[in-house]
């Protein structure tokens, strides 16, 4: 498997004399992998998803994405960076009230400069898969939690990012939806999304990502993949390595063209 994510020996500090929020974490990530990174709050895990995201750079250490240094971008770079490589999905949606569902999925394609045709053309395919297709043309006041959601993650994959990161995303949802939202960042990860989700939802974490690494106070304390999804697939000849041969559900929603 390709290291689509290397970080070595990251650390963040906000303040210079102040603790560290992230403490000399040195990981990878495969293209392909699901990965839940669980911990207490305040442990770091917004901070890791954020230097990987490239919303903020380490205090020391390096960051590599798709073979390149993030950390060592400039902010024009680290702008292209974010609006093209990945994508992200927040617990409480962050979607743009004064906008209909259609244009929020489309705002990132046109600040990528993806021409309007083919924009469309993805944005539409990406509101059908997701099932809210009927909502193109509302405001996201009028749609529950899990269709904005939806909505969400619609916006995140417009631009085909190599990853999608997932910060709390079932905290503001009722258990039932959060199932569904779950079970659908599962099946994208199946169809050969890579993913990060932050989490401190063991259950979410066990039933849909592979990995779980574990962060207390910055520092890494745990890092496995499930045992038992890997033994499953093992016994049914796949392997948590091959998550690109998804099922035809999973296909159908082709997160990557
Ligand atoms: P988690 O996501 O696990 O709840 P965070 O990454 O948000 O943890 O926070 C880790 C630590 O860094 C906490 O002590 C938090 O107060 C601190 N922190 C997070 N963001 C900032 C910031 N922008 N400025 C100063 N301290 C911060």
Known sequence: ??????????????DN??????????????AGESVAIMGPSGSGKSTLLNLI??????????????????????????ARYRRQRVGIIFQFFNLLDDLT?????????????VSRTTARRHADDLLERLK????????PARLSGGERQRVAIARALV????????????????????EEIGALLRELNHAGQSMIMV??????????????????????TGD???????????????????????SAGAAEIGARP
């Open 159 to 178: 631009n085909s990012p190599e990853l999608l990161l997932a910060d709390e995303p079932t905290g503001a949802l009722d258990t039932t939806t959060g």
């Open 224 to 246: 496995a993949a499930d045992i038992r999804r890997a033994a499953a697939d093992v016994c049914h000849g796949g392997g948590i390595a091959s998550a690109g041969t998804g």
């Open 101 to 113: 569902v259609a244009d929020n999925v489309l705002l990132p394609a046109q600040l990528a400069g």
């Open 132 to 139: 809210i297709s009927e909502y193109k043309q509302a405001y």
């Open 1 to 14: 498997m390709d290291a689509l994510i290397e970080l070595r020996a990251v650390s963040k500090q906000y």
């Open 17 to 30: 004399d102040g603790a560290y929020a992230v403490e000399d974490v040195t990981l990878d990530v495969a």
């Open 53 to 78: 995201a490239g919303l903020d750079r380490p205090t020391t250490g390096t960051v590599t994405v798709a073979g390149q240094r993030i950390d060592a971008l400039s902010e024009t770079s680290l």
């Open 199 to 220: 989490t401190h939802n063991p259950d979410l974490a066990r039933r849909y990502a592979s990995r779980t690494i574990e962060i207390v106070d910055g520092r890494v």
